[in-house]
């Protein structure tokens, strides 16, 4: 019987924004089991074999405990996998040192990227007020996201969670007349940081989850500033890829600052975050979840909202539209 030969471009036959798997994992090893790709864990004398479908998966997390084998790495190179090494619980690896370093990233580099978007991207970013426009154009598509998904969305049709219509109206229309009149980088980020808390605010007051205060760093102790770390890196995993797919290195960001490793990444996740990890986190915190069932509850969110296809097209058009 002959066996037919796999090559690299049959394992990428599922577009990345369709792909419906992102696996975080801890506590065991990675390796290449019988041709496929597997994860095992030890339970007493026993070892369990778990297997990774690396043709319909986009991102794998490995958090504490784990480790993977070179055979491993170079079927998820193949396949267009994108690696995380990251902490416990999806939180940073190195949040208690002096260096702000979210999570290394490990791209696949068994093939060249198309330059495409790179080429329009970078032909604004040194404008510094063509790159204020892309900024621009990323918080307009952030309260488009929130907006459908609070108001009409997997987020809306929680019995736990039904904000107030006609004050998350006005909320948004106050901040979209903000940053049309944000005249800076600094002013827009202003206007982030008084959003952000504002959702806070509503969330924590639409599921009576009582006063709450965003952690920084993961230094959060309650379930809500928990679990808002962990979706928010799942959301990061789901940007890396987005990023990687279009061939836009991570460090021309439009928003987080042009020296800050990594900042593009956080632009494209602020994309979804708002929309879809902040209401399920605090669902998740009152109904007093587990890690691993809001885990679930934030993938099937991303993939029920397209979040990995909002994140590509809005590099894609961005790109697109600011080409010089």
Avoid at 140 to 147: A, C, D, K, W
Wanted: aromatic letters at 10%; hydrophobic letters at 40%.
């Amino acid at each position: 019987m002959s066996t037919a030969l796999i090559t690299p471009s049959d394992l990428k036959t599922i577009l990345h924004s369709k792909r419906a798997n992102i696996y975080y994992l801890q506590y065991c090893r990675v390796l290449v089991n019988g041709g496929r790709v597997e994860y095992v864990t030890d339970e007493g004398k026993t070892s369990l074999y778990w297997n990774i479908p690396i043709a319909n998966t986009s991102v794998v997390m490995l958090g504490t405990g784990t480790s993977v084998t070179q055979a491993a790495m170079r079927e998820f190179a193949r396949a267009g996998v994108l690696v995380g090494f990251c902490g416990g619980g999806g939180t940073p690896l190195y949040a208690g040192n002096d260096v702000d370093i979210d999570v290394s990233w490990l791209t696949p580099q068994s093939e060249y990227r198309p330059t495409h978007y790179l080429q329009q991207w970078v032909s604004f970013w040194f404008d510094e007020e063509k790159r204020l426009l892309a900024a621009r154009r990323f918080q307009h598509i952030r309260l488009g996201q929130i907006e459908r998904c609070w108001l009409g969305g997997r987020a809306q049709r929680e019995t736990r969670f039904k904000p107030e219509e006609a004050q998350l109206r006005a909320l948004l229309h106050r901040y979209r007349q903000g940053i049309e009149h944000a005249g800076s980088h600094t002013d827009m980020l202003l206007q982030e940081a008084q959003l952000t808390k504002a959702l806070y605010k509503l969330a924590a007051e639409t599921v009576q989850y009582g006063r709450f205060s965003r952690a920084k760093r993961g230094t959060g102790t309650d379930s809500a500033n928990q679990f808002l770390d962990h979706g928010n890196y799942l959301a990061y995993g789901l940007a890396a890829v987005a990023a990687w797919v279009t061939g836009i290195p991570h460090g021309l960001a439009v928003l987080h600052g042009k020296t800050r490793r990594g900042g593009l990444v956080f632009d494209i996740a602020d994309l979804i975050k708002d929309a879809l990890v902040l209401p399920q986190a605090f669902i998740a915190a009152m109904e007093g979840e587990d890690e691993q069932t809001f885990r679930q509850r934030c993938i099937s969110g991303f993939q029920q909202a397209e979040a990995l296809d909002v994140m590509i097209a809005s590099l894609q058009e961005t790109a697109e539209a600011l080409a010089s």
